[in-house]
């Protein structure tokens, strides 16, 4: 009796729920080492520099003749001012999408971090509680029972062995896709506590609306496909170009001469292709902006599958918590009498596979609750 009043302040001084540090340490090291973190990160720095180069004149020609004395000619194409511009806006948003499109991934990888190790957990959570299980059975084996209320519990603790042994091995596979996601072979992970996070419905589908990645980058390319419409417009916009020639003359006196040239490209008619390009661009713009009316219906569908399922699971787990000293009680109460012979061996098998599913459900719920919540993080960008 004395040892399994003890065992019980035991398990219940082991089973606290809120974060730990560790976690966000395993986060940190994915930032650094995650090879697809890290050529995203490349990835978006090339466009940066590069939509700080677009809009810039293109380099000027130079061409050679061996004819006459010789003569070279420096030619610099000199494209419309607005044109220029267009290029430079554009290279732009594509940067922003691009960025928004890493933000995603990004999100991705560092979800299935936390939801790895969140499982990992989870199950180091179960094996502490079998483990706590079947000291309480070697205390009611080391009573005065009957060898077939002896057999029926050694059975029950051998289940609870075997239970943790695929626990541990599930565990390992964990820690191997964890190691592959870090790309890094860190020692282990300890998630001690776990927060269950609070949630505002309707201000998060406010947020969603506003600053949702999917709809964010929808936006972009909207503001980016109206740019590329406008510019192919400016076909039909004359471009210039100079042109300064230096040559050779048999006089001493005019031994160099230098000409320059001012060429203007004026479309006198609009040609078959010019026409095509502009209707490919327009029908571009109309789709991107009929696609963020899907985005956006999408985006909010997901936001409120989540929200439903963060609400079910936290309901759950209020109702688990709220009643779970009953399955303890009753698990503690059926062992005492069984051991004063106030009831048979059926009895405490059933409340101690009782409290064993009400505990494991109480685990697996507070990790529905924080998968919910971090797939609401990710549509959100928010995943750090």
């Known amino acids: 009796m004395r040892f399994f009043s003890i065992t019980m302040i035991t398990m219940l001084l082991m089973f606290k729920l809120v974060f730990s540090e560790s976690l966000d340490e395993l986060i940190n090291i994915a930032k650094k080492n995650n090879p697809d973190i890290k050529r995203f990160e490349k990835e978006i720095e090339v466009l940066k520099q590069k939509s700080k180069t677009a809009g810039r004149l293109p380099n000027p020609s130079i061409s050679f003749n061996i004819r006459d004395k010789g003569s070279f000619t420096i030619f610099q194409y000199i494209p419309w001012y607005e044109k220029l511009k267009l290029q430079r806006e554009m290279e732009e948003k594509r940067y922003e999408v691009q960025l928004i499109v890493y933000q995603q991934e990004k999100s991705k990888i560092l979800i299935q971090i936390k939801e790895l190790g969140l499982r990992t957990w989870l199950n180091r959570e179960r094996i502490k509680l079998n483990t706590q299980l079947i000291s309480i059975i070697d205390g009611v084996l080391q009573g005065d029972i009957s060898a077939g209320d002896k057999n029926k519990l050694t059975i029950l603790k051998i289940d609870l062995l075997l239970e943790n042994k695929d626990l541990e091995l599930s565990t390992l596979k964990l820690l191997s896709e964890l190691k592959v996601l870090l790309n890094s072979d860190f020692g282990d992970v300890e998630v001690e506590r776990v927060d269950i996070p609070d949630l505002k419905e309707e201000e998060l589908k406010e947020r969603i609306k506003t600053i949702g ?164 993080q990710e549509l959100l960008g928010e995943v750090e």
């Open 213 to 376: 990645l999917a709809i964010k980058q929808i936006d972009k390319q909207i503001e980016r496909d109206r740019l590329s419409y406008k510019l192919a417009k400016e076909i039909y916009i004359p471009d210039f170009g100079v042109s300064i020639t230096y040559k050779v003359r048999e006089k001493f006196d005019d031994a160099i001469s230098v000409g320059v040239n001012l060429y203007v490209n004026v479309p006198i008619w609009r040609r078959l292709n010019q026409e095509q390009i502009v209707l490919e661009q327009k029908l571009q713009l109309i789709s991107s902006q009929e696609k963020k009316i899907n985005v956006i219906n999408q985006t909010l569908w997901s936001a409120d599958k989540f929200i439903q399922e963060y609400k079910i699971s936290r309901e759950k787990l209020d109702i688990l918590k709220k009643n779970y000293h009953l399955y303890r009680y009753d698990m503690e109460l059926t062992t005492n009498r069984y051991l004063k012979k106030e009831s048979d061996i059926n009895s405490i098998i059933y409340s101690i596979s009782r409290f064993k599913e009400a505990h494991s459900r109480l685990l697996q719920e507070t990790l529905s609750v924080n998968i919910s919540y971090f797939r609401i």
